[in-house]
Structures are given as C-alpha cells and as structure tokens.
C-alpha cells in the first residue's frame, strides 16, 4: 500500500515568495495532520483535518499560513509570503479517526527561504 | 514548557551496547507511542502502549509504559548501527482527542561501528 505522499520534497524559495505544499493521505484515513520539524522546536503541530474539516488550527503560527483539505485524498499548506524563519521541514501525516491514533508521516518537504 | 521530556537528548555508544532512553511527564496519557526518524525521513512508529505497566518487546527493543501511565521507557539490546536515529515518544493525553497527540523533542541516538 501506498504511504503519506509530500511533495516536493525540497523547496528552496526567496522571501516574500508564496509556498505550497501538498499531502496526500493513506487511503482510509480521515485524519490527516500537518507538523513542522526544526532542530530548536522539534516537531510542532500546525493544523489537523477529521473527515476533512479543520478540527484545530491553533498551531498555525500567523494568517501567513493556512491549509485547505478539498477532499479525503489531498490537502495543501500554503505560507504567503514565506520568510525566512519558514525555514523547517514540514510534514504531512495521517491515521484512522478510531482506535490507538496512530499516525504514519510522509517523508516531508525540506523547505529553505532564502 | 515541555509536557513530554525526554532524556538523554543526545546518545552516542558503541555497537554491541545497551542504552535505555526515557519520556516523561506529569500528565496522564491514555495511550504512548513510540516512533523512530532516520535522517531525511518522516517518523515510523515502532510501538504504542496503552496499559500501566504494560511491557512490549521488538526484537532487541523494550518498550515499557509506567505503572501510573505518566512515563514510558526504551530499552535497546546490543545496539547495531542500524539502531541509528531519533527516538521521539508521542502521547495522548486521557480523555483528549487525537489531536492531543503530544511529541516529546526526541533522543538522538548514534551507534557507531
């Protein structure tokens, strides 16, 4: 079976510029999750969707940051405009709504504003 | 503040040695994860415990969750480099939701050849 697909995995972009990222989920999840990983902070919870509505947002750091989840097989984090403390990676993860919670992460989007 | 520490943050051995790395908190959680990150990848949980006191064993990991479920701790045997990474345990807290799943910042394990 197919795992958390991101891409791109790397994004190198210049300030002000906008970012999206993209996500998609395993199929049967109807959670899906967004963090941001940084070597000061580790890995923070930005946003997370059940059934594809936002359930909590309260770690989205400013209104620069925003994430959509259209349907149950794809979800994108936009930054607009990007600065360069965005400087993270950002992963996407994704798990059953019932049971243990468990979460299985794609491999991320490394991403570097300059 | 932190509501998941985890301890030692950086661990460096020999193969062939045994380490035992921990996570704790004064929270209560319903259920503990634990997942492993290797470089340029995304977590991959090993294990999830959920009863005080339960025991889990993968292969040459041991994984045990505290008697009053506030804590939790990794016991790995002879330790191969392949054991290399970060070792980031993940709670629940009781009677949350999941998006209460709480990440700690992780031990950072190196076992060198």
């Known amino acids: 079976d197919a795992g958390v697909i991101q891409s791109p995995r790397h994004e190198v972009t210049e300030m002000g510029q906008e970012v999206t990222l993209r996500c998609k989920p395993i199929s049967g999840h109807n959670s899906l999750f967004w963090y941001r990983q940084t070597m000061m902070r580790g890995l923070e919870l930005l946003i997370y969707f059940n059934n594809n509505v936002p359930i909590d947002d309260s770690g989205m750091p400013e209104d620069r940051f925003s994430a959509k989840m259209p349907n149950a097989s794809f979800s994108t984090l936009k930054i607009q405009p990007s600065e360069p403390r965005d400087s993270a990676v950002y992963f996407c993860?994704?798990?059953?709504?019932?049971?243990?919670?468990?979460?299985?992460f794609g491999p991320g989007t490394r991403l570097t504003v300059t | 503040t932190q509501l998941l520490e985890q301890s030692p943050q950086f661990l460096s051995i020999q193969e062939g040695e045994n380490l035992t790395v921990y996570c704790n908190s004064s929270?209560?959680?319903?259920?503990l994860q634990w997942y492993r990150q290797e470089p340029g990848e995304g977590p991959v949980l090993l294990v999830t415990v959920v009863t005080g006191g339960e025991v889990k064993k993968l292969k040459r990991l041991t994984f045990q969750f505290g008697d009053a479920r506030k804590d939790s701790s990794l016991h790995i045997t002879a330790a191969q480099p392949g054991d290399t990474g970060l070792y980031l345990c993940?709670?629940?807290?009781?009677?949350?939701?999941?998006?209460?799943?709480?990440f700690g910042k992780g031990t950072k394990l190196s076992v060198k050849p």
């Open positions: 929270s209560v959680f319903s259920s």
């Open positions: 993940a709670g629940v807290k009781y009677g949350g939701s999941q998006g209460n799943l709480i």
């Open positions: 993860a994704s798990s059953r709504t019932r049971g243990l919670y468990e979460q299985y």
